[in-house]
């Protein structure tokens, strides 16, 4: 298993924290779930997300083992590979080329799945044509965190995600992102034992004040 260093929480991050718990309730959720849905709204100060993304606590605990055993991590973008702090990454777009039905970011998915295999977590936030190859190729992933954003095709790609049965992490709007994408991995590399069912994590631990939040959806 890869030994992750401990983690040094910076003072605005944890003041940050106190206000997003201040305004929103998420101690019913899975501990993973908890960890990824509070992330991302840490990193887009954006409470809307705590309805919008969609999670499967199972599906988060397996690549959860599997990134601290060092699974290799693949992003669309140069920007998401810079937001994972705590991982190197495989990123191809800049060896990618487009052609006639391809776009550079499905070449670059097609160049990273041959670098690395099967039994990746896949990172995408950018690229919506990217999270569509990555459903179509047949990638076997432990994971797919799919939050690409834009008005074309984005909210489309994530419904396909969620219409594939692959594991995944994804949100319901057209919204998304660098930024978010990589808060979601990062949630899972941050955690550095594996919670439990039904504990939170100390940084998370006791009870939050405002509405539950409806986060966990089925993916059918």
């Not at 030994?3 to 940050?16: G, Y």
């Amino acid at each position: 298993m890869t030994r992750t260093p401990a983690r040094t929480v910076h003072p605005i991050e944890q003041e940050s924290y106190r206000i997003l718990r201040s305004r929103l309730d998420t101690s019913g959720l899975p501990p993973l779930t908890r960890a990824v849905v509070e992330r991302v709204v840490h990193a887009s100060a954006d409470l809307e997300y705590a309805a919008d993304l969609v999670t499967d606590e199972a599906s988060l605990r397996a690549a959860h083992t599997a990134l601290h055993r060092g699974a290799p991590v693949v992003t669309d973008v140069a920007m998401v590979a810079a937001g994972i702090t705590r991982r190197r990454t495989v990123c191809r777009l800049a060896d990618a080329v487009a052609g006639p039905g391809l776009t550079r970011s499905a070449h670059a998915v097609r160049l990273a799945h041959e670098e690395v295999g099967p039994g990746a977590v896949w990172v995408i936030g950018c690229a919506p044509t990217a999270l569509f190859e990555v459903i179509e190729l047949g990638v076997s992933p432990t994971l797919v965190v799919g939050l690409p954003v834009g008005f074309v095709g984005a909210a489309e790609s994530k419904a396909a995600l969620r219409d594939s049965g692959l594991p995944a992490v994804s949100n319901v709007s057209e919204k998304g992102g660098s930024a978010v994408a990589a808060a979601a991995l990062n949630a899972l590399l941050y955690e550095t034992g594996a919670p439990a069912p039904g504990t939170a994590h100390p940084e998370n631990a006791g009870p939050l004040p405002g509405p539950a939040p409806r986060t966990t959806k089925e993916n059918s």
